[in-house]
T-cell receptor, first 110, second 117 residues
Framework: SQQGEEDPQALSIQEGENATMNCSYKTSINNLQWYRQNSGRGLVHLILIRSNEREKHSGRLRVTLDTSKKSSSLLITASRAADTASYFCATDAYTDKLIFGTGTRLQVFP | EPEVTQTPSHQVTQMGQEVILRCVPISNHLYFYWYRQILGQKVEFLVSFYNNEISEKSEIFDDQFSVERPDGSNFTLKIRSTKLEDSAMYFC???????????????FGEGSRLTVL
């Protein structure tokens, strides 16, 4: 299965701390993306990293990709209460099918 | 900012009834998708659609499901005879260039919650 597994399933931190979420997948991929979902809402794209890239930054987000280990991490620096949401990695394997991981629920306390 | 819109936001139906969920993708987008999410858990791929054809579908997308782009703006998901286990949030998404595009980004609607009794 292509589906990613995320770790941890849930994460609670204080505002200002960094949050790190990990994603592992099973098959070779083309791209890996990270999405955010506020409770009961639609998913919002955060960042895409291609299989030939190792690290990418966007604002307070840093994504790494290790294709040899079939894993990725999402780091949110200086977290805010508004970052409270579920975060999903998603992969595609050269098809028009984007498969989502199981997600990490992040709670940031003020 | 352009957005994907979905209707209805919530539908309650009896088991065995047909349901049509509607989506209006972003106007210049060419690739369309349906996903479902049960109880805020994992987001499951159902189907992708391009050039009036299904590109990919999952094992969930059996003969009970169908998709259609009846005109230039709507993209619909039909469930012919609903089952209790079809209760979920259904998300429509669209993309300008698909997953192979420059950004590969999918834009999601806010979802249609389906409750089957």
């Amino acid at each position: 299965s292509q589906q990613g597994e995320e770790d941890p399933q849930a994460l609670s931190i204080q505002e200002g701390e960094n949050a790190t979420m990990n994603c592992s997948y099973k098959t070779s991929i083309n791209n890996l993306q990270w999405y955010r979902q506020n409770s009961g809402r639609g998913l919002v794209h955060l960042i895409l990293i291609r299989s030939n890239e190792r690290e990418k930054h966007s604002g307070r987000l840093r994504v790494t990709l290790d294709t040899s280990k079939k894993s990725s991490s999402l780091l949110i620096t200086a977290s805010r209460a508004a970052d409270t949401a579920s975060y999903f990695c998603a992969t595609d394997a050269y098809t028009d099918k984007l498969i989502f991981g199981t997600g990490t629920r992040l709670q940031v306390f003020p | 900012e352009p957005e994907v819109t979905q209707t209805p936001s919530h539908q309650v139906t009896q088991m065995g009834q047909e349901v049509i969920l509607r989506c209006v993708p972003i106007s210049n987008h060419l690739y369309f998708y349906w996903y479902r999410q049960i109880l805020g858990q994992k987001v499951e791929f159902l189907v992708s659609f391009y050039n009036n054809e299904i590109s990919e579908k999952s094992e969930i997308f059996d003969d009970q499901f169908s998709v259609e782009r009846p005109d230039g703006s709507n993209f619909t998901l039909k469930i012919r005879s609903t089952k209790l286990e079809d209760s979920a949030m259904y998300f429509c998404a669209s993309s300008e260039w698909g997953l192979a595009g420059v950004t590969g980004e999918l834009f999601f609607g806010e979802g249609s919650r389906l409750t089957v009794l």
